[in-house]
């Protein structure tokens, strides 16, 4: 046992130091340390030794300065199997460090809160903490680096059984450097968030600070394993801002189908009328708008209710008892809202496996920065696609929108425009090829993910007729162009009065004339809505 082994301590989380340090110190070991960390071990009654006094300076700025000296870094850095090394500290009369355990200034914890200043989210930028780390971790052969309190116990075994232990210490060092990158990395994505609406082109490196939310049971199969993490650079959003109140554990799968019904719901969370979206496998069966939660959800429902047997549902204002009571007797497996009364909450807890979300303080709206800086990433294989983030089209006048023309003979009557609009929100969660059946503000037929577009048309018109929906006088939304006119041939055999498409086609005029054919109006948006 070493009576000189000296250990540098300056922690932010301060859970488990104390303990930590006492058990040093009965092992033999000097404590070194800084501002409130210092205060705290002196406060239990542990010897310790303020870093100024093996500096010769005292903290500056504040506490900004403090550990950045020779005096620190080369007790850090210099090897033990260099006699030149040793050489050197024992002329500049400085004792080696043998230990370094340090966590970080909470930047991602104070960026992740709602309404969060610049000024307050660069005061928790860590200087010193970064170096003392990185040094140790570089020097690892000699120095313990520790950047998580779960190793104190692990270090304090090593150090009871008298071995040097190169496998922990590599792995000590490894978890530091991860750290590390992945703390400058949400500086770096949060810094950045403001530049790029400036540059929205993709940069030319990207920097990822991802943190696990939580372990999953396994994967898309139970072959794989799997996990969520969130976005560190910015405030909790989307599906990992969502509080779990009730229910059996998320699964991946749940969670690809909150991920879809939050972007069904997007268009409608502006929208005075309550709004409702149905989703299974990752695309809506169902989404409707009504005067009230329970009216949107029948209506909703009725789109397709055997597909809406065990799916994920959404609305967009609280929900209220009525609701809870309709909801309650179909097969649900995530129930999404704003909040809950607690009239509603206390049937839906009867549930016992309804997986209950809740919005967290930043509600359910879309966040404007996405993971990599207003970025959307998709994993592919060998590789990752980015995008910049979609922006919900809102369910509000079409007639009114930018870019919007109408190339047809007859223009929609004011009714349908309402049903074209509805109808160009509702699509944007569909996955490609999209069309969608719409009437009274509920959607009565989707066709989703189809090879060619007429199928998906044939697609939405069969389940409009199964459910028994009226098609005469409905609007039909597609959410890329046709590329020729057997599409709307299907869609005015199905009694499709008005279309909205983006447009953009070759055979453009084909369409228009088939359009004009059977006295369809059509409105051209010139935006495609994929989603694959």
Not at 128 to 138: E, Q
């Amino acid at each position: 046992m070493e009576s000189r082994r000296i250990a540098l301590l300056s922690v932010s989380d301060k859970t488990g130091i104390v303990e930590f340090a006492r058990e040093l110190v009965v092992r033999g070991w000097r404590i070194v340390s800084t501002g409130g960390t210092a205060a705290q071990l002196a406060a239990a009654e542990i010897p310790v030794t303020r870093v100024s006094e093996l500096t010769g300076v005292p903290e500056m700025l504040g506490g900004r300065v403090k550990t950045l000296h020779p005096a620190v870094h080369a007790a850090l850095l210099a090897r033990r199997s260099v006699p030149e090394d040793m050489e050197a500290l024992e002329g500049a009369d400085i004792e080696p460090i043998d230990l370094v355990a340090v966590n970080l200034y909470p930047f991602r914890e104070t960026v992740a809160k709602v309404d969060v200043s610049l000024a307050e989210a660069m005061e928790q930028i860590d200087i010193g903490g970064p170096t003392l780390l990185r040094a140790s971790a570089k020097n690892h052969e000699s120095v313990f680096a520790l950047c998580d309190p779960e190793d104190y116990e692990v270090v304090l075994g090593a150090l009871d059984a008298g071995e040097e232990d190169p496998e922990l210490r590599k792995g000590l060092a490894a978890k530091v450097y991860r750290h590390t990158a992945t703390y400058d990395a949400a500086i770096a994505g949060y810094l950045e968030s403001f530049a790029s609406a400036k540059d929205p082109d993709p940069p030319s490196e990207v920097f990822l600070s991802l943190v696990r939310v939580q372990e999953l049971r396994y994967g898309e199969n139970p072959d794989q394993r799997a996990a969520l993490y969130r976005d560190a650079s910015t405030r909790r959003w989307g599906v990992a801002g969502l509080s779990q109140l009730h229910g059996k554990e998320l699964s991946y799968n749940n969670l690809l189908d909150v991920d879809g019904v939050l972007a069904a719901i997007a268009p409608f969370l502006g929208d005075s009328r309550a709004a409702c979206a149905i989703v299974k496998h990752t695309t809506p069966c169902g989404l409707a708008v009504g005067r009230s939660t329970a009216e949107a959800f029948e209506r909703a429902l009725a789109c397709d209710p055997v597909s809406a047997f065990g799916s994920t549902v959404a609305f967009n204002q609280p929900l209220a008892e009525t609701v809870a009571e309709a909801l309650y007797e179909l097969f649900v497996e995530c129930l999404i809202a704003p909040d809950f009364a607690k009239d509603a909450l206390q049937i839906l807890l009867k549930k016992k496996n309804l997986r209950i979300l809740v919005a967290g303080e930043g509600g359910l709206e879309a966040y404007p920065g996405h993971v990599l800086a207003g970025l959307d990433a998709r994993g592919v294989q060998g590789g990752l696609l980015l995008q910049s983030s979609p922006k919900p089209v809102p369910a509000g006048d079409l007639a009114e929108a930018d870019g919007v023309t109408v190339p047809t003979r007859r223009s929609p009557e004011p009714e349908e425009w309402d049903e074209l609009g509805f109808a160009w929100a509702a699509v944007q969660g569909v996955k490609s090829n999209a069309i969608l059946l719409a009437r009274g503000g509920a959607t009565i037929g989707i066709g989703a993910g189809q090879m060619s577009r007429v199928d998906a048309v044939r697609l939405a018109g069969w389940k409009a007729a199964d459910a028994a929906h009226q098609m005469e006088g409905s609007a039909l939304a597609s959410d890329a162009f046709f590329p020729f006119r057997d599409g709307v041939d299907v869609a005015a055999e199905m009694g499709v009065t008005a279309i909205v498409q983006p447009g953009g086609s070759i055979r453009d005029g084909d369409v228009v004339a088939a359009a004009d054919e059977h006295g369809i109006a059509m409105v051209m948006t010139g935006r495609r809505l994929f989603r694959h």
